[in-house]
């Protein structure tokens, strides 16, 4: 009978492919990461163990510090459970390939192996008749070395320019010198390989030089490593391990037993290894010791004879000089004598010299007593002429006033006289009348007035009178007085005369004595001329006897002379003969403590866990089944959430149909199967597809995305299916989806039929908060308020929602922040506001040929040598440098071989605020010129100065060189500090806004430069 | 003892505070073979009893009896093959199964069924002999309502239960669908019970309950009741 149940159910799936669909989707989504990512770490370690059995690689390296001899390999071949044995020459070096340097390691190849081997065509499994070539290459371009001096490379890694076939590497130094290891130094690439040996093409190990990481291994010929060099490393492999899964338990356990039987025999091959090196340098060494004796009795014998030499010289030396004193002592006592009799002489001379002297001194002080008087007489007599003249022209222009004086005054008295008498008549006539009249009366007054003036008048006249008395007397005084001076001059002048004529007679006696002295002077004269005719008759004598003696003395300088450089060269050919052999014991000496202390060599046993390559790519295939731990279950979650919401639509939509097969007696455990029927269909089938899809492409698209890291050849489709992790993963998917849709109908299915056959009682609205804010509600519209309510009501959807989108949110914020966290780690670390790293380049010195190492100082330019050497933004490195240093990603050391001043430059083009550019190569732009263009980069203003040439900014500004022409921009001038910079001349300028002020670092300073643009 | 017995049923929904007894007290008896039809005002509490007879829905006190066993006190998996063997249902809107043809809507319920009629026979039966294959979207009102009571007699059921079965239905149709379950029970000795709240169909019925406010106001018996085609309304 046809069973409308099951018909109903299919009809079902048929009405609503989208739910179907969408619960089979996210459950194949889950049930296929979970099993992809669980699978993929296992088919990366698949893909990685066929690489390795395919390419034979080792499972054991052996290493030692002292290396291999060819029979010691062949002991460890007899070792028990050894399969093969394969001895290495490897060394590492610096050496420059396309202007470049990288530390290399230089690994030995069997040429004829190599070239014989064939490779299948998944490049996985390389065939070769010699078995014990292992490590089998893969190549990948160009071809086998097949003459002295190519070389192979690694296909797989990265590098600045991409290698080519024929480019050349110059090797430039090792760890150690390279003589007597490698036997040439350049080798052409002949062709490109892969290595299983190195599957990490980021990780190829780690090595002394450069920065301490190996960037490139070469694979050379055996014959350009030195011929009597051991074995470096020898590889091996275990019997029996090819057959396990590389990095499983089983394959461990195999190559475990094996590694410590070697490891067991380790010691005594050291011991072995230390015995044959300590025997091999002691015979060396001894023969240069016999060297060493012979060198040094000859070497004596030479010394000795020139000691002799130069004692005889010494003692002549001596004997001379002792003649040349005596002579000495007589010269000195002859010269003694003479000058003693010179000085007796001279004092003579000087006692007679010394009278005259006084004589003329007296002579002279009686002349000049002499003239004085005599030009004081002649004085006085000139003055006396002088008077007489002049008192004679007076007297002779006065007498004849005085005598008319004389006449007129004489003259007027008696005139006087005569009116005086008229007065004395009118006077006694008056008084006459006055008798006359009565007293009293008018009359009588009026004469008596007429008296009194006739009385007045004749005082008056006998004044006039007796003044001219006076006149006259006066006046013949005078006459009397100038008679009488006259003749007393005439008296001086007759006085004077008779003085000078004694004066004359006194100057005659004083001409005699004069004469007397001039004859002494003379004798005088002529006494000196003696005297010094002796005296330079004396010194020329003992002068020629001097001279006689400092040529003997300058003889017997030269003598000590050439006896002193005689002597020192002696001293300084002992001094570094002395020396050479001291050195020499010395050398030898240490040479036998060297070998003395040659140590017992390290030997490594290391299995392929060692391995940077192996362990990193099972490293990061482990770290798969990490992620495959957690991150699928969040698409079970989702696939819970999704089956959930769409199985109670579902439930819901069907409550009718629920309740009328309720009403006619279907049991609620049927109508449950049902919708456990719907979940199983869809969750199966999009579990088998998921899984069927998802467990190929997700392994294979991992294992694409870390061929970028490694070199292990994509295993081919399809790919194993894991039927565990299969059935796990569906059983997790179909049962998450089964219990959340028996959740879903699980609370319908308990109503009454009654109840179901009624839409369900929606859940009553309840008043939200927000309705309280009555004018906001009023205004929000109807369907806004539905929505409002619903959010409400239906908590659990609302939940749902938050949920399903918090989770999507997260999903993405997860991967977005990842991304950014791990940026901000690399900007903290360089860049930003307080990097713990803050230079870009770091200069140090290595030791030159003498050893020493040259110093860094500050405030020399290096800028143009750091030009030279560094590309800033493609650093490349320097090795052997300073050490124990961090490093900047990417950049490496840089170091100060050559010679000149070097500097110190820590920070140097660091950004240290936002604005701050940095150089960057290469020459961009169309309108470059010159090789030392550079743009900048970085968040503040460019100045374009001329085409291509920008310079730098460093918390300055960019500035053009005023001159222009850009063959003088030699250096840059670099401004340090921050803010602005303004105005200013000559190399002085200040910053403004900023306290901070530029330092000008290097370059000279330039008015123009500083000037504002 | 009668075939039915509601002994002081009562059926109490509880609305947050507010009580609503939509069968307050219920007691009357319907003898087997009998048609009986149950009239009353809308709201008074039919559809209720009829739900409560037929096992879909629970009493709140009271006794319910359907041929001397205690209906009221079935525990839900005994109501579930109350309602599977004992008891045919019209729905008031018909409920059939919108995936299913008339004739797996009526296979649906024979399939369970103890000793269940053949399904295309029921459907001839009434009338729907040549639409067995249709889907219920492709039938008219009155023939998904001819379906349905198709699908309840085919289960061969003691106790016919109809919520106004003619109530979407013209009167032609009604007439029809009427004649058929007056004729189930005639000639099929089958109790029937009919809802209604159309008083003309008292004519028809052996017994009447008229219905008011959740009691039995009053019961009729009509010992002649007329055929269906002769009803008029
Ligand atoms: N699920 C329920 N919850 C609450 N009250 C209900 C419920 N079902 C019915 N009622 C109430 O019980 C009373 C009787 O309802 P019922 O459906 O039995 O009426 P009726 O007589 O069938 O009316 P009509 O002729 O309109 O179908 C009504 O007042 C109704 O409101
Ligand atoms: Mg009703």
């Not at chain 1, 070792?79 to 490897?90: I, K, P």
């Not at chain 1, 030499?309 to 010269?335: C, F, M, N, P, Y």
Request: glycine fraction near 10%; hydrophobic fraction near 40%.
């Amino acid at each position: 009978m046809r069973n409308p149940f099951g018909t109903e159910l299919w009809r079902t799936i048929a009405h609503s492919w989208g739910r179907f669909l969408a619960i089979a989707g996210i459950v194949a989504l889950g049930c296929g990461f979970y099993a992809g990512l669980r699978m993929t770490g296992a088919d990366m370690r698949a893909a990685g163990d066929a690489f390795y059995d395919g390419t034979s690689l080792y499972d054991v390296r052996l290493v030692s510090t002292l290396g291999f001899s060819r029979e010691q390999a062949d002991e460890v071949k007899s070792v028990d459970g050894v399969e093969q044995v394969m001895g290495d020459y490897a060394t590492d070096v610096m050496a420059t390939l396309n202007d470049e340097r990288y530390a290399i390691r230089v690994m030995s190849l069997d040429v004829g192996d190599a070239s014989a081997s064939t490779v299948d065509a998944t490049g996985t499994t390389v065939a070769s008749d010699d078995p014990g070539y292992l490590n089998r290459l893969v190549l990948a371009e160009g071809s086998w070395p097949t003459e002295p001096g190519q070389c192979v490379l690694s296909a797989d890694r990265v590098m600045g320019t991409p290698i080519e076939v024929g480019d050349t590497v110059e090797v430039l130094y090792g760890t150690a010198s390279l003589d007597g290891v490698l036997e040439r130094r350049t080798f052409t690439v002949s062709g490109l390989v892969h290595s299983s040996a190195y599957v990490s093409s980021v990780a190829l190990g780690y090595t002394s030089l450069g920065s301490g990481v190996i960037q490139q291994y070469m694979y050379v010929s055996p014959d350009s490593f030195s011929a009597d060099l051991p074995y470096t490393e020898l590889y091996v492999t275990v019997r029996g391990a090819s057959e396990q899964f590389s990095g499983a338990d089983g394959y461990q356990s195999t190559v475990d037993v094996v590694s410590s039987r070697l490891d067991d025999q380790a010691p005594a091959l050291a011991a072995s290894r230390l015995a044959e090196v300590r025997r091999k340098a002691q015979n060396e060494l001894d023969s240069k010791r016999d060297d060493y004796e012979e060198q040094k009795a000859d070497a004596e014998d030479q010394l000795a004879d020139a000691k002799a030499q130069l004692d005889d010289a010494l003692a002549k030396l001596e004997s001379s000089e002792a003649t040349i004193a005596s002579s000495e002592e007589e010269l000195a006592a002859a010269r003694e004598e003479a000058y003693a009799r010179l000085a007796d002489a001279k004092d003579e001379l000087l006692s007679t010299e010394e009278a005259l002297d006084d004589g003329a001194g007296q002579l002279a002080d009686a002349q000049s007593q002499l003239d004085a008087k005599r030009d004081e007489a002649e004085q006085a007599k000139a003055g006396l002429e002088a008077k007489l003249a002049d008192a004679q022209r007076h007297y002779d222009e006065a007498k004849p006033q005085i005598e008319a004086g004389i006449a007129q005054a004489t003259a007027t008295k008696a005139d006087l006289g005569r009116q005086r008498a008229e007065a004395q008549d009118q006077k006694a006539q008056l008084e006459a009348l006055l008798k006359t009249q009565t007293e009293g009366s008018a009359e009588y007054q009026a004469t008596e007035a007429k008296i009194d003036a006739v009385a007045a008048a004749i005082a008056k006249l006998d004044e006039g009178i007796g003044a001219a008395q006076a006149t006259i007397d006066d006046l013949a005084k005078r006459q009397a007085d100038a008679e009488g001076g006259i003749a007393q001059l005439e008296g001086g002048i007759s006085k004077a005369e008779a003085g000078l004529a004694a004066i004359a007679q006194g100057q005659a006696t004083l001409d005699g004595k004069s004469a007397e002295l001039a004859s002494g002077r003379e004798q005088l004269e002529a006494g000196w001329d003696t005297y010094y005719e002796q005296r330079d008759e004396a010194e020329s004598q003992l002068a020629d006897a001097a001279d006689q003696i400092a040529s003997g003395k300058e003889e017997l300088a030269s003598g000590w002379d050439e006896y002193d450089s005689g002597k020192a060269e002696y001293d300084s050919n002992a001094a570094d003969v002395d020396a050479r052999l001291s050195d020499a014991a010395q050398q030898l000496a240490s040479a036998q403590a060297d070998i003395d202390a040659i140590a017992s060599p390290d030997v490594y046993v290391l299995d392929r866990t060692k391995s940077t390559g192996v362990s990193n790519y099972h490293d990061d295939s482990v770290r798969i089944d990490n992620i495959a731990a957690v991150f699928p279950f969040i698409f079970f979650l989702v696939a819970a959430l999704v089956s959930l919401t769409t199985m109670t639509r579902m439930v819901e939509d069907e409550r009718v149909d629920i309740g009328t097969h309720k009403a006619l007696g279907f049991s609620t455990a049927r109508i449950t199967a049902k919708y456990l029927a719907y979940a199983a269909i869809a969750s199966v089938s999009g579990a088998v597809l998921g899984i069927a899809v998802l467990s190929q492409v997700l392994p294979a698209v991992v294992e694409k995305a870390y061929a970028i890291i490694y070199d292990v050849p994509a295993q081919a489709f399809p790919l194993p299916v894991d039927p565990a992790i299969s059935l796990l993963a569906a059983g997790l998917g179909v049962g998450i989806t089964l219990g959340a849709t028996w959740l879903a109908a699980a609370a319908t299915l308990r109503e009454v039929p009654a109840t179901l056959m009624l839409p369900r009682a929606p859940k009553a609205g309840k008043r939200i908060l927000l309705e309280r804010l009555g004018p906001l509600w009023r205004r929000t519209s109807f369907s806004w308020k539905v929505t409002l309510r619903n959010l409400f009501r239906y908590k659990r959807r609302l939940a749902m929602t938050v949920v399903g989108i918090a989770g999507c949110t997260a999903l993405l914020l997860t991967g977005l922040g990842l991304h950014d966290a791990i940026w901000d780690i690399i900007d903290n670390q360089f860049e930003g506001a307080n990097p713990v790293f803050r230079f870009n380049v770091e200069v140090g010195t290595r030791p030159g040929r003498d050893g020493r190492r040259r110093r860094l100082r500050r405030g020399v330019p290096l800028g143009p040598w750091l030009r030279r050497r560094v590309h800033l933004g493609r650093q490349r490195e320097h090795a052997g440098l300073v050490r124990g240093t961090p490093r900047h990603p990417g950049g490496e050391r840089h170091g100060a071989a050559g010679r000149g001043q070097l500097r110190v430059v820590r920070g140097h083009a660091r950004p240290r605020h936002p604005a701050a550019h940095r150089l960057r190569r290469p020459l961009r732009g169309p309108h470059r010129e010159g090789r030392d263009a550079a743009w900048a980069r970085g968040g503040g203003h460019l100045h374009r100065v001329r085409p291509g040439r920008h310079r730098q900014r460093q918390g300055g500004r960019l500035c053009p060189h005023p001159h222009g022409h850009h063959r003088e921009l030699r250096l840059p001038l670099l401004l340090r500090g921050r803010g602005r910079l303004s105005g200013g001349d000559g190399a002085r300028f200040r910053a403004a806004r900023d306290p901070l002020p530029h330092r000008l670092r290097r370059g000279r300073a330039c008015p123009a430069l500083l000037r504002p643009p | 003892m009668a075939f039915v017995e509601f002994s002081d049923v009562r059926k109490t929904y509880r609305m947050g505070e507010v009580e609503v007894h939509a069968v307050d007290g219920m007691s009357f008896s319907i003898e087997e073979g009998e048609l009986c039809v149950i009239v009353g005002p809308s709201g008074a509490g039919k559809t209720t009893v009829l739900n409560m007879l037929g096992g879909m829905d629970s009493c709140t006190s009271g006794t319910i009896s359907l041929d001397g066993r205690e209906v009221s006190s079935f525990s839900p998996r005994e109501l579930t093959l109350y309602r599977r063997y004992d008891v045919g249902f019209v729905f008031q809107f018909y409920n059939l199964v919108q995936n299913l043809t008339a004739l797996e809507n009526v296979e649906l319920a024979s399939q369970i069924g103890r000793d269940p009629l053949d399904p295309a026979g029921v459907l001839a039966e009434v009338g729907l002999g040549n639409r067995l294959d249709n889907f219920p979207a492709q039938l008219s009102g009155g023939e998904q309502q001819r379906v349905a009571i198709a699908r309840a007699i085919a289960k061969n059921p003691k106790l016919l239960l109809c919520d106004e079965p003619t109530g979407a239905l013209d009167y032609t149709t009604g007439k029809q669908v009427l004649s058929i379950l007056q004729r189930t029970c005639v000639e099929g000795g089958r109790t029937v019970a009919i809802v209604t709240h159309n008083q003309a169909f008292e004519a028809i019925a052996n017994r009447v309950i008229h219905i008011r406010e959740g009691r039995a106001a009053a019961v009729e018996t009509n010992s002649r009741p007329a055929g269906a085609d002769t009803l008029e309304w």
